[in-house]
């Protein structure tokens, strides 16, 4: 079964040093400019990480090449698969995301075909659920399944381009 469909929305790359990351993506490559959120907290109440509760921290920084979102994540404080990205690998791409319709469908179908789900939860009050499904066996890091609610489609509308 298709858990989602493309196009691919967004390329993460998780990285000690987020300004490095972006300084050599801009200058290299020409991306900018960079919206920086620095400490995003990700709280128990509204994270998972492999089914229990989460507490983390990351810088996150975004940025768009055309139409396609580019994101960089530094991992801060707290276990994530961010955190633990880092302890296996060195710093290097991540994720690649899909836009869902309903999470809920797509969290069903993933299960269903026996994809793990390793992280998930929500921000901004509800405004965007996120699922990670773990692809490391076939070398697929993680995809990210997003829910964007009108608010958080609204901030993705007014980052620069």
Not at 29 to 34: A, M, R
Not at 131 to 139: N, P
């Amino acid at each position: 079964m298709t858990i989602a469909k493309g196009p691919v929305t967004q390329i993460c790359w998780v990285t000690e040093d987020v300004a490095a990351t972006e300084e050599y993506l801009s200058a290299h490559f020409e991306v900018g400019p960079w919206t920086r959120l620095p400490d995003i907290h990700f709280d128990p109440e509204n994270c998972l990480l492999r089914e229990q509760p989460a507490d983390f921290v990351v810088h996150v920084s975004l940025a768009y090449a055309g139409d396609l979102q580019l994101e960089i994540i530094q991992p801060v404080s707290g276990d994530s698969i961010y955190a633990d990205f880092l302890k296996t690998n060195q710093p290097g791409l991540h994720h690649l995301c899909f836009e869902v319709d309903d999470m809920d469908v797509a969290l069903a179908t993933a299960a269903a075909d026996g994809v793990e789900v390793a992280q998930r939860g929500s921000m901004m009050g509800g405004e965007m659920r996120f699922a990670y499904l773990d692809g490391a066996h076939v070398g697929v890091p993680y995809i990210e399944l997003a829910w964007l609610g009108d608010g958080m489609k609204a901030f993705y509308e007014s980052l620069p381009r």
